[in-house]
């Protein structure tokens, strides 16, 4: 039982310490162990076995725990001294991996037995030395692992025997072999010929980590086998067309294209294209999808998303991408995930992957309920430059992939000259997600035959190291002659494949110069310019509305939820009555409901959603003695779809992202994000302007995500307060995506149904500038018939003004909190000449309405826009420009605002208070005229 064997590696080291420990002195070790070590004599029936003695010096046994350290150092730190770079670098390496550095030789190694090694290493070795030559081939050649920051034993064990028992490494038959080579070939001549046809155009070219395609290769033939049904693959510029030629099909013709022409049609310059709302993407940013079929069986789906310059910033759109191809939504719980449907490959850049901190935003995703996919592979194609940078002086650690540690994902590293090793790193990772549904990463060497782009020059700063490129062979060069050594092919076959690869090349270029490439003009010309209103939600019964209310306030008669928030809760029983009251939070629980009753799921994140952040949602309960959850909207006998909520972890990049990829690829799920503050938002600037603003104009995405932002100005400071509304207007055209600012509960249970209603026939992003203090202000509370009998309003005309219309010679036009602290303040009722109209749609721009509205007031004489931003935020740079256009000839137009400020919102009450006094009373005085707008702006 206590063999030597079952204390390999470390631990045999150590219980081999105390062994001879125990010989010197049996009383200097414990009793446990006395009583092994008397009827255990390991060392000694080794030596006798291997050796031939019948007795051990205590020399030897000290030989014996030296080997086993070297042993364990070698597994473990490998690593360090594995020849992983291709242009001949020496490893860091580290004394642990010299044999003399633990007091033994070559020759002590040689005379100990191969089981001192242990593991697979040892098989058919005649001696240590043997054993330890091959430990170091498998952990310290031109591939080696890092599996320690792995904390499960289980998987630990897993990869340990996937290495040390070569469980991945087939032998490749000379068919295998060719068909590398065949694919190294078209890579390669690929490059090439897109270098001699187009030389200096941008390509990025994928050449000195030529095997990316192979192993992408490989890892779907694994797919294919586990019969995963989609792919879905993010990735930078880098090899990008290569991929997309190779891996995704797109056909050469298509490709050169795009390098040859500067114009789509004949005729029709590229800016005519912006009439239709599609303004395209450089090449090597565009998405695609491609089926494999096998005979009449669809086989696999793979999907390129799409991806901006922002390096690493399609990382959790990929992953939300994923994790909605995963997910099935037609029962009413939570949805049921099948992680084994749908696979995401990531590729990374060996600069970015340390350097952007939404890889590390993205990584922590992979464990939490509300995003994990059952693990993401990983491949850094790390070509030892970013751009003219070198690591020194873009990372702090050794390798590039040490990021990754953290989040205990195992590494494998491995030399792209050597396309054996990275096929099998490729299917050790494949089986490892397969089995633990965990992600792992493998960290390809390479380098990078040219300079960042085909227009640099790389000598100008790295000239030793293209000094050692530029006479470097390729790999294809490497592999041709290793297969040819092996007899495995001829140097005629060698050089047919070339000539036929490029044959095919040139056949495309000569289809490509001499058709134009289609211009896909979109047909509708809805896309061209401003809709005032989507199509409204239909009606839902007050009858309906009422169950649904009850359904939402009754849990298991064993349910204890905190009796506090369940008498706070009941208060929502008694507001369906004819004086109204329902807050918003209570119109959001109806309007969600209602959705899930017509079929459509719902996903619903941000920080601290579930009960939201200010305390007004509580759509998860919480048994207060057993800590069970209970969500209400899960359990509504009309209900036909999925209802997912998830408090999201603190981050804004890497969750809006997610939601975004998750919005796209269920175009039939209601997916709403949720800002702790609106201010916050601005941390996923990128997935902002980049995805969600843009998405559509560039690669014609679809998005139907709904973002909402709490805003308003409460006296709570330079944040807190303001969502950046001017962001979003600023980033407004071509019917891009809706900004919302509502009032009232009822229109945001109209705004949320109508989005809800337009997924599919007119999919748009829609951000919402959400409330605080309006919450359960009395002013923006719904009625029940409001709810029933009303639909979205893009513009609320004043009731009260419209009783003396004629009186009126100022009409206020603002939107959200303001009009409602203008309708609670003191002046309103005395004031008889100024209207209050509400602009709740802010885009598109509801020109036509505000128009009618205008006609109701005929003695009006100026228009003022009313915000409580500053000048120079909020929507007046929008609206001026707006309103100018629309009324500028016909009335006077002012601004009343905070004055012109680098910060949103000040820091002192006192000041607060009396801006915001100033503000009110000047938008109900017509006396004044302006104010804020003399500070600047
Ligand atoms: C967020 C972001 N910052 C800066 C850049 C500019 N940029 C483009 S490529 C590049 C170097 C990237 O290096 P690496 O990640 O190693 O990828 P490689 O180009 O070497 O494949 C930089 C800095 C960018 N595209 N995105």
Not at 224 to 229: L, M, P, Q, V, Y
Not at 832 to 854: C, G, K, N, S
Request: hydrophobic share 40%; charged share 20%; with cysteine.
């Amino acid at each position: 039982m206590y063999d030597l064997e079952a204390f390999y590696g470390p631990n045999a080291g150590y219980v081999l310490e105390l062994y001879e420990r125990y010989r010197q002195n049996p009383a200097s070790v414990d009793a446990a162990s006395r009583n092994i070590f008397e009827t255990w004599s390991p060392v000694d029936r080794l030596i006798s076995e291997q050796v031939g003695t019948q007795q051990t010096s205590s020399l030897e046994v000290s030989k014996i725990v030296a080997a086993t350290e070297l042993a364990h150092a070698i597994r473990s730190r490998g690593h360090l001294g594995a020849h992983l770079d291709p242009l001949g670098s020496e490893p860091l390496g580290d004394p642990a991996l010299l044999t003399e550095a633990h007091g033994i030789s070559d020759e002590d190694l040689a005379q100990l037995p191969p089981s001192v090694v242990g593991g697979h290493s040892a098989g058919g070795a005649r001696n240590a030395l043997e054993a330890m030559d091959a430990l170091r081939a498998l952990y310290s050649g031109t591939i080696s692992y890092e599996f320690d920051q792995v904390k499960s034993p289980l998987e630990r064990g897993w990869l340990r025997d996937a290495v040390g028992l070569q469980l991945y490494r087939t032998s490749p038959d000379a068919v295998f072999r060719q068909n590398v080579l065949q694919r190294l070939t078209q890579v390669e001549i690929f490059e090439r010929f897109l270098h001699l046809t187009y030389p200096g155009q941008k390509r990025f070219s994928l050449e000195g980590i030529d095997v990316l395609v192979p192993m992408l290769d490989e890892i779907i033939k694994a797919a294919i086998d586990c019969g995963t049904a989609e792919v879905i693959i993010g990735m930078a510029h880098r090899g990008r067309l290569n991929v997309l030629a190779h891996v995704l099909e797109k056909p050469y013709a298509v490709i050169l294209s795009e390098f040859g022409h500067m114009k789509h049609e004949e005729g029709v310059p590229l800016t005519d294209s912006f009439g239709f709302g599609y303004t395209g993407d450089v090449k090597y940013h565009l998405g695609a999808e491609t089926i494999l079929e096998e005979g009449a069986t669809v086989e696999l789906k793979i999907t390129l998303s799409p991806n901006p310059s922002h390096l690493e910033f399609v990382n959790p759109v990929v992953e939300g991408m994923t994790r909605a191809s995963q997910e099935r939504n037609d029962h009413e719980v939570f949805p049921e995930a099948d992680v084994d449907h749908t696979l995401p490959i990531l590729i990374h850049g060996d600069a970015a992957f340390p350097g952007e901190g939404i890889v590390a935003e993205t990584l922590n995703l992979w464990n939490l309920k509300g995003y994990t996919v059952g693990g993401t592979m990983h491949l850094i194609v790390n070509n030892q430059l970013g751009f003219t940078t070198e690591p020194q002086d873009y990372r702090s650690t050794y390798f590039a992939s040490d990021l990754a540690k953290g989040f205990e994902v195992p590494i494998i590293h491995v030399n792209a000259d050597d396309p054996e090793a990275a096929l099998m790193a490729v299917r050790i990772a494949h089986a490892y997600r397969n089995q633990f549904h965990k992600d792992i990463l493998i960290d390809l060497v390479g380098y990078r035959r040219w300079g960042h782009n085909e227009g640099d020059e790389p000598a100008f700063t790295q000239p030793q190291m293209y000094e050692i490129i530029h006479t470097h062979p390729t790999v294809r060069e490497l592999y041709a002659r290793f297969l040819q050594e092996q007899g495995v092919i001829s140097l005629k076959e060698i050089e047919m494949m070339q000539q036929n690869a490029f044959k095919i090349l040139e056949d495309a270029k000569r289809d490509a110069d001499a058709s134009f490439l289609p211009f896909e003009r979109e047909e509708s010309d809805e896309l061209n310019g401003y809709c005032d209103e989507p199509e409204q939600a239909p009606a839902i019964s007050a009858q309906a509305m009422i169950t649904f209310n009850a359904e939402l306030l009754s849990w298991p008669g064993d349910f204890s939820p905190n009796p506090k928030l369940a008498r706070l809760l009941q208060r929502r029983g008694t507001t369906l009555g004819s004086e109204g009251g329902i807050d918003w939070g209570q119109a959001e629980a109806l309007a969600l409901a209602t959705i899930l009753a017509d079929g459509i799921p719902i996903r619903l994140t941000g920080q601290d959603v579930e009960r939201g952040t200010f305390s007004h949602r509580h759509a998860v309960l919480h048994d207060q003695h057993t800590g069970e959850i209970y969500i209400p909207l899960q359990h509504l006998a009309q209900a036909k779809a999925s209802f997912s909520i998830y408090n999201s972890p603190l981050s804004e990049s890497s969750v809006l992202g997610f939601e975004y990829g998750y919005s796209v690829h269920a175009p039939n799920s209601l997916v709403l994000w949720e800002a702790q503050f609106g201010d916050f938002a601005n941390v996923a600037q990128p997935i902002i302007d980049q995805f969600i603003a843009s998405g559509r104009s560039k690669w014609k995405q679809q998005s139907s995500l709904v973002l909402l932002l709490p805003h308003g100005y409460e006296g709570q400071g330079p944040e807190h307060s303001s969502a950046r509304l001017e962001r979003y207007l600023e980033l407004a055209a071509f019917d891009n995506w809706r900004v919302a600012n509502c009032s009232t509960a009822a229109q945001y249970f109209h705004l949320l149904r109508m989005q809800a209603h337009n997924l599919l026939q007119y999919p748009r992003p829609l951000v919402v500038m959400t409330p605080k203090s309006l919450l359960r202000h009395p002013l923006a509370v719904a009625r029940l018939q409001e709810l029933e009998d009303e639909t979205f309003k893009p513009v609320l005309d004043d009731p009260l003004a419209l009783n003396h219309a004629g009186a009126i010679r100022r009409v206020v036009l603002c939107t959200g909190k303001i009009a409602i602290e203008i309708f609670a303040h003191k002046l309103r009722q005395e004031v008889q000449d100024v209207a209050i109209v509400r602009v709740e749609m802010l885009y598109p721009f509801p020109a036509q309405t505000l128009r009618e509205v205008l006609k109701n007031y005929p003695e009006a004489q100026e228009v003022v826009w009313v915000q409580e931003e500053p000048l120079n935020m909020g929507a007046w740079n929008y609206m001026s420009s707006q309103l100018t256009t629309l009324f500028g000839p016909i009335i006077e137009l002012n601004v009343i605002s905070r004055p012109s400020r680098p910060s949103p919102a000040t820091g002192f009450s006192d000041l607060f208070q009396e801006e915001q006094e100033r503000i009110i009373e000047g938008a109900l005085r017509t006396e004044i005229k302006q104010f804020g707008g003399e500070y600047g702006g």
